[in-house]
Structure formats: structure tokens, C-alpha cells
């Protein structure tokens, strides 16, 4: 079933998710779609899929008619299944059960038929799939596999996947492209949303870039990577002065660090983090450096592998004996992390004091939230509550928690969704930190160019694997583009060559 | 700010009449007049001294589970455990009772030692529901209400086996204690200062606790966002546990002065249902402490005066339950509106 996509706009707030997009894709073809977090894929798929609804002027076509699609049942009635990142299913339970679900009709579902046809679909793509299983005992891949018949069965003739092989084995992977190319010479449309270029490449017969929710360029094999990074990230821009750290003593020593969580596993990362050093983490949403980055905070208990502070050994060690060792995490959800709404300024700072006294000095907390409003430049009052501030206010409150004595500073996406005035004051402040306390920081940013521009050195992430930590100077926005969609890599073996 | 106190008060001023409306469409369905309802509940609880004493009996117990459940309130708790934790505080109180009744100790010590006796006893009931939450993963509703169950048991097996009364064992409880025990009243009135002081002297120091202290500006942030409160550095768990042994113990002390100074001894219904109609108050009251006050007086009221309705009106005395249940329904509807409403403007 051909698909077509007219003049499709999505606005949240202020900001544009998806801004006319056109597009079309044949019956019979895989299509890839590449960008960046929030480049607006996963907005355009949802349109598409029924989760969300485009503003009005847009247009689907499908298979040469116009359908108004205004929920996920909707879309399956007109052959369109989404296959999610996350697989939505209910994983207590059976797999049979599952499958049944979202079906229409029948108070009384026929178990012996359904079970028939679950068998010959999952014969038919050679899954080996127990439908008396429960589904919280599958991998994600099963689970995908599930989720892929489950809407083949439903009448699926689009089939939209969302980084489907996040997450799951080479093997498994394997057979997710046999199967997706045998749905494709079958005249399924498959819509195959990435960040992984290697994938796409693969896999697709076309692909289509989106930057900043609008497309922004399309290809056919064979493919050019460098354009494809290119119209990912944009064009090269000049970076402004580099300065060279002042480095000091070690402040934070990982040593063959293993971490594991549901997704992902990293194996042996090692990293020596000296005083005033800067060190960013690169690398697509989800590919560990979340993980990484709360490991650094002991927040997250490494399976393998030594954590070192200031020469201390805090394997193992709760987050609090990490803070009273200097170690400050920022999280990236401010409001869902690191403040808390419905108390005011005051009250934060108070807290992030650690006060040992049993009453409230008033007087002492009013003037500390003044010099501390004044000093970080944050519009609001000593009685204003963090929820009402502004985004970038909020960050600034965040950096106005910043116990002292610092020996590290943790951070997620520190100047996300802020203007460049508010991202240039933040790093200023951090820098003032690092030096005036001797203190290091590790930092998540997607942004590439704030990756290179403020780190001393860069450690990328793929999808579990951690690069050896690259000088931040000496490397491009294109190279660090390629490192984020897997090329490049050394090949397993010759890591440490 | 103001603004938005000023919008809030007019709601619930609108869910006060609201309230009032819907029970007098109850009354007119089952003949009786509203009015007449209304003002013999208004004469059975103020209309005279000896009643408005009844209030205050029923304020006391009130008041301080009320003052105990803003603590969990705050630390974002759903003590629903708060019914055992009087029960416990009771037979606490009756236990170190029995202990010293035919003892030479004076019997003030004896009534502190007691009332300290079912503090500690509820404290440690609402000690396993905190357990229970922090480190077997059971919400604290579920803990809390299968503990109250629990409780109960334990009262009626006490009343019934070991503490049975001489001679025959009885739904009316336990053997009275001698009059010596009891904490000294008013002359002709059944009210003791000493509770109401008591009670008064919760309230404040749970106000103190979350307007003026470290520890209680600690436990509100952990109820309004645990995972930031721990990245600030505050031991959560730990808080979510001390916040349970505070609610607990001014429980237990609702259940030791309902014996000391109510009942002089275990009864079956030692709670009196005080354990949910304080969650109500709590509610209410929206974590603003000294609000507890009227609000719990007011509740109170309701539940005396409504025992004139049986006698004058064949009503049945479960009205008042009803208008303080419906009370606490618009009051939270009108809230929920009232967000809507503000959001939109």
C-alpha cells in the first residue's frame, strides 16, 4: 500500500515537532528514516500511527485514498501497525494473551483458532515463539517479534518500527532484516525509523533525513555517509576559542567498569578524570551514557570494575557517600529529579545546605536565596516555587544548588531547551565552579557542537559500547556524527591497539 | 498567590453549601425537613455545656490522629494504617495499666507512664506498615489496612481471652479501672482538660514541625518528590519511616486517652472509626496544621449532634457520617474544578 504524507505540521507550544513534511513511500519498499533526538521522527510516526494528531491541513494517503486517522485503532482498521521503541505489551501475561489483545469483537475469543494462526505467522518468519509463555520471560527481541505477527494479524499492510534494533541481539537483529525484507518483497510498506546509519544503509531503499522537524533531504543507494551526517547535524559550523584545561589531581577513576541495565550492558569502561578537566559524553539518547553517567554519581551499582574518588574506592557505594565526597549530580528532568515542585527557592537552598540545626533560621535562608538569586542571575524570588520559573531559571536554580566543597560535577543535557544566552551564562558559572573549587565535570550533551566546544576530551557511546576517551580538539562535528551512528568503531579485538 | 487563596476559599465555600444542598435532597426524599435536621444537630452539639463537652470528648481523638496524619500527609503517605494505631495505642495504655493497678506507684505516674505506654504501642504499628513499605515493597494502604484488620483481632481476642472480665467475658470490654486511673474531668462535665490540653499541644507541635523545623521542610520534600529529595541528599527511606512513628505515636495517643480518660478500659470499638474520620480532616485541611482545629471541631460536632436525630426526628445517626463524607467529596471536586478553571485562565 503506497503511503503519503502532505503538508504535515505539528506544533507543541512554541516549538515546531514536524513543519510541512511531505512524503511518499511505495508499496513494497523499505524507508528509511534518519535525525537526531527531537528532530521530529517519532512525532511524524505517532501522526502517522494515530497516537497523536497533526494540526489541521495535513493530509494521509493511503493506498491512493484520504483517511483521517485519530487513534491507534484507527490505524490498524486502515493497515497501519507501529511497532514502538518500547514494546506495549503486558508483560504479565501470556504471549497468546497478548496477542489476542486489541483485537475487536468476540466476547468469547476462540483460543484454538488464534492459536493456529499465531503458529503459522510465527513459523512463517521462523520465530520461535511459545504462545503459552508469559511475556515478561521474552527478550525484547521476542517481544518484538510478537508485536511484528501480532499486527501482521490484524491486517497490518504499513508496518512503522521505531529503533527497533536498540536493545536487542546481532542475531536477533538478523532475522528482524530476513523478516522485514521478506514482508517488503511481500508488498508490505515498511517504515523503518533510526539513528543508526549502518541500519539504514543496510537495510532501506530509501531514506529520508529529518532535522529540526523538517525533511530536510532524501537518498537512494547507494548511500554517501558523510552527506547523510551532514543533513543529520547540519552544516559544519566554525567553533569558537578552545581552552585548554588546567588539569590537577585525579578526581574520579573508573577502572574495567561493567553496568548493566534492562537495555543495555557496557563492559569495561575505563576513565581517569583529572581536577578542572571537562568530559562529555556523546552519543544517541538510550545508548548508555545515562547509565554511565549515574554509575560516575553511585547511583547505579556497577556490576564489574573499581570506582575511585579522589583515590577513595566507593564501588558499590550509595549516592550519599558519593555526595559527601563532593560528587553533585544534575538530572536532565529538573522538575522530575532534581527540584522539587511546591517548594520555594528558599527552601532548596535551605535544604541543599544539609542543615543540622533542628529550627528553620529564616532570616539566614532569605538572605542566602537572595545572594544566591543574585549571584545566579535567576529571575524569580526567594518565595517564587520551582515550578514557576522558566525552563532555563530552573536550570540556574539547579546550578545554585552546588554544594561546597565540589570535587565532580555530574550533568544531563545541561542547557537543553535554552536560549544561547542562558547556555553560554551556564557554562561560564560551571567553568567559575571547576576552577575555583578544583572540581571536574561530566556532562551528557546531544548537542555536537556543545559536546566539542566545552569538552577537554569526549568519550562516545553506542549502543552499550564506550569509546576510548577522544581528545575533544582535534575531532570535527562530522567525525563525532559518524561515532554517534556506529561508523567508524574499531572493530572488536583492536580496541586497545 | 492571593488570588488563587482567595479563588480556593470561594470553592470550598461552594462545596460547604453544596454539601449542605445534596443531604438536605436526602432528607426531603425521606419526608424529614432540612431544616429541622440541621438545627437539632446544631443544639445537640452547642446547645448546651454538657453537650458541647460531648463535642470536645469527641474533638480530642480527632485532633490528634488528625495532627499525626499531617506528618504522613506531608511526606506523601497514605496512613490508612491509622485505625490500628489508636487500637494499639489502647491496649498499650491497658496494658501498662493492668500492670500497676494494685502497685503502690502513685497513680499519675502510672496514667503518664500509660499514656507513653500506647504512644509507643502505636508508634510501633505504624512502624511495621513503614517497614513493610520500605523494605518489603507493600504500600503503605495495603499494609495499613490489613494491619488494622489485624488490630482488631487482637482487641477482641484480649477483651475475650486474657483480659476477660471476672466471671463472664463481654462485648462491653474489660474490667473498668478504679477511678484513680481515669484522668481527672470538669466537675459534671465528662470532658478532662488534660486530654485537650494534650491534643492541643500535638497540634502545635506538629504546626512547629512543618512550618518552622529542618526535619519537617525534609519530610515535605520527600512526600512532594522523593527521587529529587534524594539526589538533595536526604536519607528518604529513613524520613518516610520517622514520619510514620510520629503519626503513629499521636495515634496511640488518641487510643490512651480514650482509655484514660473515656472508657477506663479496652472496648471492642476503642477507635470509633476516629483512624478514617481524621484522613477526612487531613484532607481537608490540605496540610495546613492549624486549620485541623475547627475543621476537626466542626466534624465532631457533626458526629454529637447528630445522636439527637434518632430521638427527635427517627432519623437514623449515620447523617452526620454522611454529611462529613460528602463534605470532603465536593470539597475535592470543587478543587479538582477549580484547577481546571485556573489552568484554562
Same mark, same amino acid.
Given at each position: 500500500?503506497?503511503?503519503?504524507?502532505?503538508?504535515?505540521?505539528?506544533?507543541?507550544?512554541?516549538?515546531?515537532?514536524?513543519?510541512?513534511?511531505?512524503?511518499?513511500?511505495?508499496?513494497?519498499?523499505?524507508?528509511?528514516?534518519?535525525?537526531?533526538?527531537?528532530?521530529?521522527?517519532?512525532?511524524?510516526?505517532?501522526?502517522?500511527?494515530?497516537?497523536?494528531?497533526?494540526?489541521?491541513?495535513?493530509?494521509?494517503?493511503?493506498?491512493?485514498?484520504?483517511?483521517?486517522?485519530?487513534?491507534?485503532?484507527?490505524?490498524?482498521?486502515?493497515?497501519?501497525?507501529?511497532?514502538?521503541?518500547?514494546?506495549?505489551?503486558?508483560?504479565?501475561?501470556?504471549?497468546?494473551?497478548?496477542?489476542?489483545?486489541?483485537?475487536?469483537?468476540?466476547?468469547?475469543?476462540?483460543?484454538?483458532?488464534?492459536?493456529?494462526?499465531?503458529?503459522?505467522?510465527?513459523?512463517?518468519?521462523?520465530?520461535?515463539?511459545?504462545?503459552?509463555?508469559?511475556?515478561?520471560?521474552?527478550?525484547?527481541?521476542?517481544?518484538?517479534?510478537?508485536?511484528?505477527?501480532?499486527?501482521?494479524?490484524?491486517?497490518?499492510?504499513?508496518?512503522?518500527?521505531?529503533?527497533?534494533?536498540?536493545?536487542?541481539?546481532?542475531?536477533?537483529?538478523?532475522?528482524?532484516?530476513?523478516?522485514?525484507?521478506?514482508?517488503?518483497?511481500?508488498?508490505?510498506?515498511?517504515?523503518?525509523?533510526?539513528?543508526?546509519?549502518?541500519?539504514?544503509?543496510?537495510?532501506?531503499?530509501?531514506?529520508?533525513?529529518?532535522?529540526?522537524?523538517?525533511?530536510?533531504?532524501?537518498?537512494?543507494?547507494?548511500?554517501?555517509?558523510?552527506?547523510?551526517?551532514?543533513?543529520?547535524?547540519?552544516?559544519?559550523?566554525?567553533?569558537?576559542?578552545?581552552?585548554?584545561?588546567?588539569?590537577?589531581?585525579?578526581?574520579?577513576?573508573?577502572?574495567?567498569?561493567?553496568?548493566?541495565?534492562?537495555?543495555?550492558?557496557?563492559?569495561?569502561?575505563?576513565?581517569?578524570?583529572?581536577?578542572?578537566?571537562?568530559?562529555?559524553?556523546?552519543?544517541?539518547?538510550?545508548?548508555?551514557?545515562?547509565?554511565?553517567?549515574?554509575?560516575?554519581?553511585?547511583?547505579?551499582?556497577?556490576?564489574?570494575?573499581?570506582?575511585?574518588?579522589?583515590?577513595?574506592?566507593?564501588?558499590?557505594?550509595?549516592?550519599?557517600?558519593?555526595?559527601?565526597?563532593?560528587?553533585?549530580?544534575?538530572?536532565?528532568?529538573?522538575?522530575?529529579?532534581?527540584?522539587?515542585?511546591?517548594?520555594?527557592?528558599?527552601?532548596?537552598?535551605?535544604?541543599?545546605?544539609?542543615?543540622?540545626?533542628?529550627?528553620?533560621?529564616?532570616?539566614?535562608?532569605?538572605?542566602?536565596?537572595?545572594?544566591?538569586?543574585?549571584?545566579?542571575?535567576?529571575?524569580?524570588?526567594?518565595?517564587?516555587?520551582?515550578?514557576?520559573?522558566?525552563?532555563?531559571?530552573?536550570?540556574?536554580?539547579?546550578?545554585?544548588?552546588?554544594?561546597?566543597?565540589?570535587?565532580?560535577?555530574?550533568?544531563?543535557?545541561?542547557?537543553?531547551?535554552?536560549?544561547?544566552?542562558?547556555?553560554?551564562?551556564?557554562?561560564?558559572?560551571?567553568?567559575?565552579?571547576?576552577?575555583?573549587?578544583?572540581?571536574?565535570?561530566?556532562?551528557?550533551?546531544?548537542?555536537?557542537?556543545?559536546?566539542?566546544?566545552?569538552?577537554?576530551?569526549?568519550?562516545?557511546?553506542?549502543?552499550?559500547?564506550?569509546?576510548?576517551?577522544?581528545?575533544?580538539?582535534?575531532?570535527?562535528?562530522?567525525?563525532?556524527?559518524?561515532?554517534?551512528?556506529?561508523?567508524?568503531?574499531?572493530?572488536?579485538?583492536?580496541?586497545?591497539? | 498567590?492571593?488570588?488563587?487563596?482567595?479563588?480556593?476559599?470561594?470553592?470550598?465555600?461552594?462545596?460547604?453549601?453544596?454539601?449542605?444542598?445534596?443531604?438536605?435532597?436526602?432528607?426531603?426524599?425521606?419526608?424529614?425537613?432540612?431544616?429541622?435536621?440541621?438545627?437539632?444537630?446544631?443544639?445537640?452539639?452547642?446547645?448546651?455545656?454538657?453537650?458541647?463537652?460531648?463535642?470536645?470528648?469527641?474533638?480530642?481523638?480527632?485532633?490528634?490522629?488528625?495532627?499525626?496524619?499531617?506528618?504522613? !500527609?506531608?511526606?506523601?503517605?497514605?496512613?490508612?494504617?491509622?485505625?490500628?494505631?489508636?487500637?494499639?495505642?489502647?491496649?498499650?495504655?491497658?496494658?501498662?495499666?493492668?500492670?500497676?493497678?494494685?502497685?503502690?506507684?502513685?497513680?499519675?505516674?502510672?496514667?503518664?507512664?500509660?499514656?507513653?505506654?500506647?504512644?509507643?504501642?502505636?508508634?510501633?504499628?505504624?512502624?511495621?506498615?513503614?517497614?513493610?513499605?520500605?523494605?518489603?515493597?507493600?504500600?503503605?494502604?495495603?499494609?495499613?489496612?490489613?494491619?488494622?484488620?489485624?488490630?482488631?483481632?487482637?482487641?477482641?481476642?484480649?477483651?475475650?481471652?486474657?483480659?476477660?472480665?471476672?466471671?463472664?467475658?463481654?462485648?462491653?470490654?474489660?474490667?473498668? !479501672?478504679?477511678?484513680?486511673?481515669?484522668?481527672?474531668?470538669?466537675?459534671?462535665?465528662?470532658?478532662?482538660?488534660?486530654?485537650?490540653?494534650?491534643?492541643?499541644?500535638?497540634?502545635?507541635?506538629?504546626?512547629?514541625?512543618?512550618?518552622?523545623?529542618? !526535619?519537617?521542610?525534609?519530610?515535605?520534600?520527600?512526600?512532594?518528590?522523593?527521587?529529587?529529595?534524594?539526589?538533595?541528599?536526604?536519607?528518604?527511606?529513613?524520613?518516610?519511616?520517622?514520619? !510514620?512513628?510520629?503519626?503513629?505515636?499521636?495515634?496511640?495517643?488518641?487510643?490512651?486517652?480514650?482509655?484514660?480518660?473515656?472508657?477506663?478500659?479496652?472496648?471492642?470499638?476503642?477507635?470509633?472509626?476516629?483512624?478514617?474520620?481524621?484522613?477526612?480532616?487531613?484532607?481537608?485541611?490540605?496540610?495546613?496544621?492549624?486549620?485541623?482545629?475547627?475543621?476537626?471541631?466542626?466534624?465532631?460536632?457533626?458526629?454529637?449532634?447528630?445522636?439527637?436525630?434518632?430521638?427527635?426526628?427517627?432519623?437514623?445517626?449515620?447523617?452526620?457520617?454522611?454529611?462529613?463524607?460528602?463534605?470532603?467529596?465536593?470539597?475535592?471536586?470543587?478543587?479538582?474544578?477549580?484547577?481546571?478553571?485556573?489552568?484554562?485562565?
Amino acid at each position: 500500500m503506497n503511503v503519503e504524507l502532505k503538508n504535515i505540521h505539528k506544533h507543541f507550544g512554541k516549538t515546531y515537532a514536524n513543519k510541512g513534511i511531505n512524503l511518499s513511500v511505495r508499496s513494497g519498499s523499505i524507508q528509511g528514516i534518519l535525525g537526531e533526538n527531537g528532530a521530529g521522527k517519532s512525532t511524524l510516526m505517532k501522526i502517522l500511527s494515530g497516537f497523536i494528531q497533526s494540526d489541521p491541513g495535513g493530509e494521509i494517503i493511503l493506498g491512493g485514498n484520504s483517511v483521517v486517522i485519530n487513534s491507534p485503532a484507527d490505524a490498524i482498521h486502515v493497515g497501519v501497525g507501529m511497532l514502538h521503541q518500547d514494546p506495549l505489551d503486558f508483560p504479565p501475561m501470556r504471549v497468546l494473551d497478548n496477542f489476542l489483545l486489541g483485537r475487536s469483537g468476540g466476547l468469547f475469543p476462540n483460543r484454538a483458532s488464534v492459536r493456529q494462526d499465531f503458529l503459522d505467522l510465527a513459523k512463517q518468519f521462523d520465530f520461535s515463539l511459545d504462545p503459552e509463555n508469559y511475556v515478561d520471560a521474552l527478550t525484547v527481541g521476542e517481544r518484538q517479534q510478537l508485536e511484528i505477527i501480532r499486527l501482521l494479524w490484524m491486517g497490518a499492510r504499513v508496518l512503522i518500527l521505531d529503533e527497533p534494533t536498540t536493545g536487542i541481539s546481532a542475531s536477533q537483529k538478523q532475522k528482524l532484516f530476513i523478516t522485514l525484507k521478506k514482508l517488503a518483497e511481500q508488498g508490505m510498506t515498511i517504515i523503518f525509523v533510526s539513528h543508526k546509519l549502518e541500519d539504514v544503509e543496510f537495510l532501506c531503499s530509501q531514506v529520508a533525513v529529518l532535522r529540526a522537524g523538517e525533511l530536510v533531504g532524501e537518498m537512494k543507494p547507494p548511500f554517501d555517509t558523510s552527506k547523510l551526517v551532514e543533513m543529520m547535524f547540519g552544516k559544519v559550523v566554525t567553533l569558537g576559542e578552545r581552552q585548554p584545561a588546567q588539569t590537577g589531581e585525579t578526581i574520579l577513576a573508573l577502572q574495567d567498569v561493567s553496568l548493566e541495565d534492562v537495555r543495555l550492558k557496557i563492559k569495561n569502561a575505563n576513565l581517569d578524570l583529572k581536577a578542572g578537566e571537562v568530559v562529555g559524553l556523546a552519543g544517541l539518547e538510550g545508548s548508555g551514557q545515562g547509565l554511565f553517567i549515574r554509575a560516575c554519581a553511585g547511583l547505579v551499582r556497577p556490576v564489574g570494575g573499581k570506582v575511585f574518588l579522589k583515590g577513595k574506592d566507593l564501588t558499590g557505594k550509595p549516592y550519599h557517600t558519593f555526595k559527601r565526597g563532593g560528587v553533585n549530580f544534575l538530572p536532565a528532568s529538573r522538575l522530575e529529579e532534581g527540584l522539587v515542585p511546591g517548594l520555594t527557592l528558599t527552601e532548596h537552598f535551605i535544604l541543599a545546605e544539609e542543615p543540622t540545626a533542628v529550627f528553620i533560621d529564616r532570616a539566614a535562608g532569605q538572605r542566602l536565596a537572595e545572594d544566591r538569586i543574585k549571584s545566579y542571575n535567576i529571575r524569580g524570588t526567594p518565595t517564587s516555587t520551582v515550578e514557576s520559573l522558566s525552563g532555563g531559571n530552573q536550570q540556574r536554580a539547579e546550578l545554585a544548588l552546588l554544594q561546597s566543597p565540589l570535587s565532580l560535577i555530574l550533568l544531563e543535557h545541561p542547557t537543553r531547551g535554552l536560549d544561547i544566552e542562558s547556555v553560554i551564562y551556564i557554562w561560564s558559572k560551571l567553568k567559575d565552579r571547576c576552577k575555583k573549587d578544583g572540581a571536574a565535570i561530566i556532562f551528557i550533551s546531544s548537542d555536537l557542537e556543545e559536546v566539542l566546544q566545552y569538552s577537554d576530551r569526549l568519550l562516545v557511546f553506542f549502543s552499550g559500547e564506550v569509546s576510548e576517551p577522544i581528545d575533544a580538539a582535534t575531532t570535527t562535528v562530522e567525525q563525532l556524527g559518524q561515532l554517534i551512528g556506529g561508523k567508524g568503531w574499531p572493530q572488536k579485538g583492536d580496541v586497545n591497539a | 498567590m492571593l488570588k488563587s487563596r482567595l479563588s480556593g476559599f470561594i470553592f470550598q465555600l461552594i462545596a460547604f453549601f453544596l454539601a449542605l444542598g445534596f443531604v438536605s435532597l436526602i432528607l426531603v426524599a425521606v419526608g424529614a425537613s432540612p431544616f429541622d435536621a440541621f438545627k437539632n444537630m446544631l443544639n445537640g452539639s452547642i446547645g448546651s455545656m454538657r453537650k458541647f463537652a460531648e463535642v470536645l470528648v469527641s474533638f480530642v481523638p480527632l485532633l490528634l490522629v488528625t495532627a499525626g496524619l499531617l506528618i504522613t !500527609f506531608s511526606a506523601g503517605l497514605w496512613n490508612i494504617g491509622v485505625e490500628g494505631q489508636i487500637v494499639l495505642g489502647a491496649i498499650g495504655t491497658t496494658w501498662v495499666l493492668r500492670l500497676f493497678v494494685d502497685s503502690s506507684v502513685h497513680p499519675a505516674i502510672v496514667i503518664i507512664l500509660s499514656i507513653f505506654g500506647g504512644m509507643a504501642a502505636g508508634a510501633l504499628w505504624a512502624a511495621f506498615a513503614g517497614a513493610l513499605k520500605t523494605f518489603g515493597g507493600v504500600n503503605e494502604i495495603f499494609g495499613g489496612l490489613g494491619l488494622n484488620f489485624v488490630s482488631t483481632a487482637l482487641t477482641l481476642y484480649l477483651i475475650f481471652g486474657p483480659w476477660k472480665r471476672e466471671g463472664v467475658a463481654s462485648m462491653s470490654g474489660t474490667e473498668p !479501672f478504679p477511678d484513680v486511673f481515669a484522668l481527672p474531668q470538669v466537675p459534671d462535665l465528662r470532658i478532662s482538660l488534660w486530654s485537650l490540653a494534650i491534643a492541643g499541644v500535638a497540634i502545635l507541635i506538629v504546626y512547629f514541625i512543618l512550618q518552622g523545623t529542618y !526535619f519537617g521542610l525534609k519530610i515535605k520534600a520527600v512526600g512532594k518528590n522523593i527521587r529529587a529529595a534524594y539526589l538533595l541528599g536526604i536519607p528518604t527511606w529513613q524520613y518516610s519511616l520517622y514520619s !510514620f512513628l510520629i503519626c503513629g505515636a499521636l495515634a496511640g495517643a488518641a487510643g490512651a486517652l480514650q482509655v484514660t480518660a473515656v472508657y477506663h478500659r479496652l472496648i471492642p470499638a476503642i477507635s470509633s472509626g476516629y483512624g478514617y474520620l481524621g484522613l477526612m480532616v487531613a484532607m481537608l485541611v490540605n496540610y495546613q496544621a492549624i486549620w485541623a482545629i475547627p475543621v476537626a471541631l466542626f466534624f465532631a460536632a457533626l458526629n454529637i449532634g447528630s445522636i439527637q436525630l434518632p430521638i427527635l426526628m427517627h432519623l437514623d445517626s449515620s447523617l452526620s457520617g454522611v454529611l462529613q463524607g460528602v463534605l470532603v467529596l465536593f470539597v475535592l471536586l470543587t478543587e479538582g474544578v477549580r484547577q481546571k478553571f485556573v489552568k484554562k485562565v
